[in-house]
């Protein structure tokens, strides 16, 4: 079992950055792929980062590629997302989210956090 929380969100101008937390807790975290995914009012979510389990190998969207970094410490069972240059469409909900092997597909994750609002004003 691994039960996640995010933080980190908030209210951010257009250009601005801000960096996102997911922190896990389970003994086999270290273990599980984590990814991000972000769901905007009356729109499906939709996946936007994901970092394996060992932290060596990343995967972005196109909409966020060159903008936005995830990492992690298993050492703290922390996965981050680091967001730059952000734009009003970056407006959403963000959710982190772990399984065995990262897909982009929402369906393939079995443990989710509750989400933290990012908020991007133009």
């Known amino acids: 079992q691994v039960q996640l929380v995010e933080s980190g969100g908030g209210l951010v101008q257009a250009g601005g950055s801000l960096r996102l937390s997911c922190a896990a807790s389970?003994?086999?975290?270290?273990?599980?792929?984590v990814a991000w995914f972000r769901q905007a009012p009356g729109k499906e979510r939709e996946f936007v980062a994901a970092?394996?389990?060992?932290?060596?190998?990343?995967s972005y969207a196109d909409s966020v590629k060159g903008r936005f970094t995830t990492s992690r410490d298993n050492a703290k069972n922390m996965v981050y997302l680091q967001m730059n240059s952000l734009r009003p469409e970056d407006t959403a909900i963000y959710y982190c989210?772990?399984?065995?092997?990262?897909?982009?597909?929402?369906?393939?994750?079995?443990?989710w956090g509750q989400g933290t609002q990012v908020t991007v004003s133009s």
């Open positions: 389970g003994r086999t975290f270290s273990m599980y792929d």
């Open positions: 970092v394996t389990w060992n932290g060596v190998g990343t």
């Open positions: 989210a772990a399984d065995r092997i990262a897909t982009t597909q929402r369906h393939g994750y079995n443990y």
